[in-house]
């Protein structure tokens, strides 16, 4: 009914930037909140950034003033600013996003993921 595909991954040095997008399709007749998750190897998934439809944002306190969450409701795409990267950003980020479906349930959908990579 819906699919959520990140892109934006990819190697990068340390202190470098990458843009993370998250694009919704599907039988959506809006999309609420969305979340962006990182897992890296070893660890359990944690929540970097969450935004409501309304744009208000929430970060986790290890990518504050690092990372921008927004959103084009319009174009059901969230994206996720990553600037000031770190060793320790390397994981799977994943996009999570409630979703008022055009038959009027409300879901809850994950994507699969884009990895990100920073070398130090």
């Known amino acids: 009914q819906v699919q959520l595909v990140e892109s934006g991954g990819g190697l990068v040095q340390a202190g470098g930037a990458l843009r993370l997008s998250c694009a919704a399709s599907g039988s959506i007749l809006s999309i609420n909140d969305v979340g962006w998750y990182r897992q890296a190897p070893g660890k359990q998934r944690e929540l970097v950034a969450s935004?409501?439809?309304?744009?208000?944002?929430n970060y986790a306190d290890s990518v504050k003033g690092r990372f921008t969450i927004s959103r084009d409701n319009a174009k059901n795409t969230v994206y996720l600013q990553m600037n000031s990267l770190k060793p320790e950003d390397t994981a799977v980020y994943y996009c999570n996003a409630d979703v008022w479906l055009i038959f009027g349930d409300t879901k809850n959908y994950w994507g699969l993921g884009t990895q990100v990579t920073v070398s130090s």
């Open positions: 935004i409501s439809r309304g744009r208000s944002a």
